[in-house]
């Protein structure tokens, strides 16, 4: 009897370890995919979001690219709602440009380079204009010396309009 306790109370401490290791893993997996900084993950779906604006960067980085948005970004930019309002996730696909091989003037989406994220939680980034910021290479967040740049430049330049570049594309 006080043998099959002890049986007992080993295996139910040691049940108890492996919940505690797995949940240490998720913790892990999950701060591994979140950007510096501010802790933003690439949103699940994003690559069937509605399109707000195509772009197309020269030199030296020659890429393509599309914003699109989420619906509580879509039924801002619809309305014109200015700041975005908490929930706005907004992200920029990118691709090298590359040259149709089917058509000469034609620019067509070679390899995927970025995918970058902005998500507006007024509370959470109040020191970044309410929004987070996340780059992500082949899924892997940049590091911080990347990150300590994005704030800078949208303050710099896209104030007036929300820290956002990007305006809806008739
Ligand atoms: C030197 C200026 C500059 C820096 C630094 C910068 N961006 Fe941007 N960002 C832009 C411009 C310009 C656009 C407009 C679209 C385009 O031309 O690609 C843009 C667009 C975006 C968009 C789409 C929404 C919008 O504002 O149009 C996201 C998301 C984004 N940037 C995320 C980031 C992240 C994340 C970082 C930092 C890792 C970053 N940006 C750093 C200039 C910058």
Redo the contacts with the bound molecule.
């Keep these: 009897m006080r043998r099959n306790l002890a049986i007992g109370a080993v295996i139910a401490v040691s049940i108890a370890l492996a919940i505690g290791c797995v949940e240490i893993d998720s913790v892990r997996a999950q701060n591994a995919e979140a ?1 510096p900084i ?1 802790g ?1 993950t690439i949103p699940v779906g994003y690559r069937s979001w509605e399109l ?2 195509p ?3 020269g030199d030296p980085l020659n ?1 393509l ?1 599309a ?1 699109v948005g989420n619906t509580v970004a879509m039924d801002a930019y619809r309305k014109s709602t200015l700041p975005f309002p908490d929930g706005t996730v ?3 696909l ?1 691709w090298k440009q590359t040259q149709s091989t089917e058509f000469e003037p034609a620019s067509v989406p070679g390899a995927a380079t ?1 995918v ?3 998500v507006k939680d007024s509370k959470k980034y109040a020191s970044s204009g309410g929004w987070g ?3 992500f290479i082949n899924g892997k967040p ?1 590091d911080v010396a ?9 303050e ?3 104030q007036q ?1 929300d ?5 809806y594309a008739p």
């Excluded at 990347?146 to 949208?154: G, P, S």
């Excluded at 820290?163 to 305006?167: E, L």
């Design positions: 950007s501010y933003v707000i604006g772009a197309l960067e890429e690219r914003v907004l992200v920029k990118a970025t970058q994220v902005m910021f996340g780059r940049a990347q990150h300590e740049t994005c704030f800078a430049c949208h710099a330049r896209v309009h820290f956002v570049f990007t305006r």
